[in-house]
């Protein structure tokens, strides 16, 4: 029986994103390729929305016609896959990085919540299963490295993997329908419900209420005055700090042992947030990425080739031990 395997076979915008692609006939256009479309795609869906992209709104912008798209990229599903893969591109920091993993987790998290807050879409692309392009794998492989020392089995890693991105998704997409509904709004007041407090305070009784009435009363159910909708930071520090307190009371369970937490609130959260929307800033951040990636690489080649020259001399001294032996 024969040992060779069959070419695995990968969707066409998985194996797009892979570059493994095999190119359809190329148009007479050549300038045209993959990157501007993607790109140009991401600036629709950052300016209006994902539902505003299309094949023929991208080939407008790009002054081509449709059918050249699709030279390219053969479908609206696989455009909106690389444009995902491009925007969830992770900052993965260097190996060299020490830290506990409450404080490492808490910056995997950040990460992902600076993504969805830098391209709001984000969260409007339904999940469709596991992740299997390169950029999401990235994701995955950096939360697994800041979980490592935990004595956790692969299945409970995965499952608390799930949990902060479904968490940090889930509020990515609060912030944003409030910000937006602010927008909308008359008054901002209004969807604070400061604008409402008043009238609530008289019809939220003690009798039909009787646990929210002492709340509201205090004050302590709408926003405070002057909080901009969608300004949700503590509430995101707290919930977040809770879920590392309980990942850390399960370890304690199993016998192994944690970092202490992190410090309340999380004071770097608001910096990493603070995306201007400006094209010159995305590029500005585009080309930071690159010039990080371009040194996380230049670090690798120069561990491995450190790594070669130890077991060059290794070698060399194991070749001289033998024949001193000889």
Same mark, same amino acid.
């Given at each position: 029986?024969?040992?060779?395997?069959?070419?695995?076979?990968?969707?066409?915008?998985?194996?797009?994103?892979?570059?493994?692609?095999?190119?359809?006939?190329?148009?007479?256009?050549?300038?045209?390729?993959?990157?501007?479309?993607?790109?140009?795609?991401?600036?629709?869906?950052?300016?209006?929305?994902?539902?505003? *992209?299309?094949?023929?709104?991208?080939?407008?912008?790009?002054?081509?016609?449709?059918?050249?798209?699709?030279?390219?990229?053969?479908? #609206?599903?696989?455009?909106?896959?690389?444009?995902?893969?491009?925007? *969830?591109?992770?900052?993965?920091?260097?190996?060299?990085?020490?830290?506990?993993?409450?404080?490492?987790?808490?910056?995997?998290?950040?990460?992902?919540?600076?993504?969805?807050?830098?391209?709001?879409?984000?969260?409007?692309?339904?999940?469709?299963?596991?992740?299997?392009?390169?950029?999401?794998?990235?994701?995955?492989?950096?939360?697994?490295?800041?979980?490592?020392?935990?004595?956790?089995?692969?299945?409970?890693?995965?499952?608390?993997?799930?949990?902060?991105?479904?968490?940090?998704?889930?509020?990515?997409?609060?912030?944003?329908?409030?910000?937006?509904?602010?927008?909308?709004?008359?008054?901002?007041?209004?969807?604070?419900?400061?604008?409402?407090?008043? %009238?609530?305070?008289?019809?939220?009784?003690?009798?039909?209420?009787?646990?929210?009435?002492?709340?509201?009363?205090?004050?302590?159910?709408?926003?405070?005055?002057?909080?901009?909708?969608?300004?949700?930071?503590?509430?995101?520090?707290?919930?977040?700090?809770?879920?590392?307190?309980?990942?850390?009371?399960? *370890?304690?369970?199993?016998?192994?042992?944690?970092?202490?937490?992190?410090?309340?609130?999380?004071?770097?959260?608001?910096?990493?947030?603070?995306?201007?929307?400006?094209?010159? *800033?995305?590029? %500005?951040?585009?080309?930071?990425?690159?010039?990080?990636?371009?040194?996380?690489?230049?670090?690798?080649?120069?561990?491995?080739?450190?790594?070669?020259?130890?077991?060059?001399?290794?070698?060399?001294?194991?070749?001289?031990?033998?024949?001193?032996? #000889?």
């Amino acid at each position: 029986m024969s040992d060779e395997r069959a070419d695995p076979e990968l969707p066409r915008g998985v194996a797009l994103a892979w570059g493994v692609a095999a190119h359809p006939q190329r148009g007479p256009k050549r300038e045209l390729s993959i990157e501007r479309i993607v790109d140009a795609a991401m600036e629709i869906a950052d300016a209006e929305g994902l539902g505003a *992209v299309s094949m023929s709104r991208v080939a407008a912008s790009l002054g081509f016609t449709t059918m050249s798209l699709y030279r390219y990229v053969t479908s #609206k599903d696989d455009l909106i896959l690389l444009m995902q893969e491009g925007a *969830v591109e992770p900052p993965v920091p260097d190996e060299s990085v020490e830290r506990g993993w409450r404080e490492g987790v808490t910056a995997w998290v950040l990460a992902m919540r600076a993504a969805y807050h830098e391209h709001p879409w984000l969260v409007d692309i339904p999940i469709s299963g596991a992740p299997i392009t390169p950029n999401s794998l990235l994701i995955v492989d950096w939360f697994l490295r800041e979980v490592r020392e935990l004595p956790l089995s692969d299945g409970e890693k995965m499952s608390a993997l799930l949990l902060l991105t479904s968490y940090a998704r889930a509020t990515s997409a609060q912030d944003r329908d409030l910000r937006a509904a602010a927008l909308a709004a008359d008054d901002p007041a209004d969807v604070t419900g400061e604008s409402a407090f008043v %009238a609530l305070t008289e019809l939220v009784t003690p009798e039909r209420f009787p646990y929210l009435s002492p709340l509201l009363a205090a004050g302590g159910y709408v926003a405070e005055p002057g909080t901009h909708p969608g300004d949700t930071d503590d509430d995101f520090s707290f919930g977040l700090l809770r879920i590392l307190d309980g990942i850390e009371h399960h *370890v304690d369970r199993l016998g192994g042992t944690s970092s202490p937490a992190a410090p309340e609130p999380l004071a770097e959260l608001p910096a990493q947030l603070d995306l201007p929307r400006d094209p010159r *800033v995305r590029e %500005a951040a585009k080309a930071r990425r690159e010039a990080e990636k371009a040194v996380r690489e230049a670090q690798k080649a120069l561990r491995e080739a450190q790594k070669r020259e130890r077991e060059s001399i290794k070698h060399a001294l194991e070749r001289e031990k033998h024949e001193k032996r #000889k």
